[in-house]
């Protein structure tokens, strides 16, 4: 045989052993796993789910495997959970065995298995349980925080009223707000709005935030592996997320330089004091990897979630005039002109509150939610998922359940409202996640959005450049984040 003929036939052979190992590998150990589709060799399930909506993908393929059912993301095997009982049972009714964390691996680039979102085991009960504590003592769901909201509230109006009623992009106009109230808890300040530091750091967000909800982050998530050595989109947002990381070593840096231990100024200073505090204890988690990295969990997630909330939402009014109509109806009712919103007026306020969790049902912000993991083997619905195994609860089928909303694709406040009018609560409402690992920038979250709203509405009345019946609410990108698609608003003083 030729030398070109040999060396042919090696690589058949290699390329033959390669595709046995990966059909091995993906079906080792399902015989007890939920059924899924079969997957092909290296390719997974790959072919069988839309990159540019996952949340629908999955949701469908459960319609053929029931509500549990295990999937394989490439080389990466997932046991997917639909609807609110299948996600209930797991993740508050068996909370401890699906209360680790699974992987994201675009964020998983610059965490490693550090800071408090993405980290497992005694390292994320310890940043965790600090983490909570702590935005507690800095007025997190309490007067504190509100008073801070309302502060940079006043700074959102003034830039608003620079509109002078011409049409305007508002996305950076509402990330820049909802930042700078995070930014006053974990950096002890403001920035000013023309800021360029700040305008960078909040292009880096949203950014790296956006490839993770585009169809090549999706790609990203099954073949991280290699394609973290591959040029393309990922290398851009890899470069967004080592410039927030560089930002926030230079301020942990800072403060360790003026630190005074008696007086801590904010969460970086908690942290380094902490540090101190336990550094005799090997067990201890507290050191500058997980200080960085956890400030920036809770920065990011301060910024992005609930900014983008709003950016939809306010979307979602220019194509529902008469839903905002309503809103200016209960907040003359309630707060009037000549005062400024507080949280004490939410409980009289149940058209603007079930507005508000409409926002958040129907924008589906983290759809399929932050993988989780088992701890331990563990038997659901009477299948065994051995320990280690990934698991998406899958939030917007929550969100989307026809058997706890409705009319769940349609835009509707009366999701959360009884037949008095009155503000109803839903057991499937869980934009937040449940269970062990729930998002503990819930009470923020929920004050920022009610107090944003109530105060540009009570000055402002929306106005769009395009009528609204022709104005598209449909998502532009739903990956690991759903999107709005790009608008311009128009703000006439009231």
Not at 59 to 78: A, H, I, N
Not at 203 to 224: D, H, K, N, P, V
Not at 317 to 345: C, F, W, Y
Request: aromatic share 12%.
């Amino acid at each position: 045989m030729d030398p070109l003929g040999a060396i042919s036939l090696f690589l058949v052979i290699c390329l033959s052993c390669l595709l046995l190992l990966s059909t091995w590998r993906q079906l080792q150990g399902r015989g007890e796993m939920p059924p899924g589709p079969t997957p092909l060799p290296l390719l997974g399930n790959l072919l069988q789910v839309d990159l540019s909506n996952m949340r629908k993908s999955l949701m469908k393929l459960s319609e053929c495997y029931g509500p549990v059912y295990t999937l394989q993301l490439g080389p990466r095997r997932v046991v997917v959970l639909c609807g609110y009982q299948a996600v209930k049972e797991a993740l508050l009714d068996q909370a401890e065995d699906f209360s680790g964390r699974g992987k994201q691996a675009t964020f998983d680039w610059i965490a490693q298995g550090y800071g408090v979102a993405f980290s497992n085991g005694e390292r994320a009960k310890q940043l965790r349980r600090f983490s909570i504590t702590t935005l507690r003592n800095f007025g997190v769901g309490k007067r504190g925080i509100e008073e801070r909201i309302l502060e940079e509230t006043r700074f959102l109006l003034e830039a608003l009223r620079g509109t002078k009623g011409l049409p305007f992009d508002p996305t950076y106009f509402l990330s820049r707000t909802v930042s700078n109230v995070i930014s006053s808890v974990v950096f002890g300040d403001r920035f000013d709005y023309e800021d360029k530091e700040f305008l960078s750091l909040l292009y880096m967000i949203t950014e790296s935030f956006r490839f993770t909800a585009t169809a090549w982050g999706q790609l990203y998530e099954m073949f991280s592996d290699t394609m973290r050595y591959l040029p393309g989109p990922q290398r851009e947002a890899f470069k967004q997320l080592a410039g927030l990381e560089k930002f926030i070593e230079r301020k942990v840096k800072a403060n360790q330089e003026t630190l005074d231990p008696s007086a801590p100024r904010d969460f970086i200073d908690c942290f380094l004091v902490k540090m101190q505090q336990e550094k005799q204890n090997p067990s201890s988690e507290f050191s500058l990897k997980n200080i960085v990295l956890t400030v920036f969990n809770v920065f990011f997630a301060g910024t992005e979630t609930v900014s983008t909330t709003l950016r939809y939402g306010f979307l979602l009014l220019l194509k529902h005039p008469e839903i905002e109509e309503r809103i200016h109806e209960e907040i003359d009712r309630v707060i009037g002109r000549n005062r400024a919103p507080s949280m004490e007026d939410r409980s009289r306020m149940p058209y603007t509150d079930a507005v508000i969790h409409e926002f958040q049902r129907f924008c589906d912000v983290i759809p399929m939610g932050l993988a989780r993991r088992v701890t331990r083997d563990t038997q659901f619905r009477g299948y065994t998922l051995p320990k280690g195994t990934e698991v998406y609860p899958v939030l917007g089928s929550v969100l989307y359940d026809p058997s706890q909303f409705s009319s769940p694709d349609t835009f509707d406040p009366s999701h959360f409202l009884d037949g008095d009018g009155q503000f109803k609560k839903s057991d499937a409402f869980v934009p937040f996640s449940i269970g062990k690992r729930y998002c503990f920038g819930e009470m923020l979250a929920r004050m920022e959005l009610f107090l944003f709203l109530t105060s540009i509405l009570q000055n402002f009345r929306f106005r769009s450049p395009v009528v609204p019946k022709d104005i598209d609410i449909s998502p532009k990108l739903i990956g690991f984040a759903t999107l709005p698609c790009s608008y311009e608003i128009c703000l006439v003083p009231r």
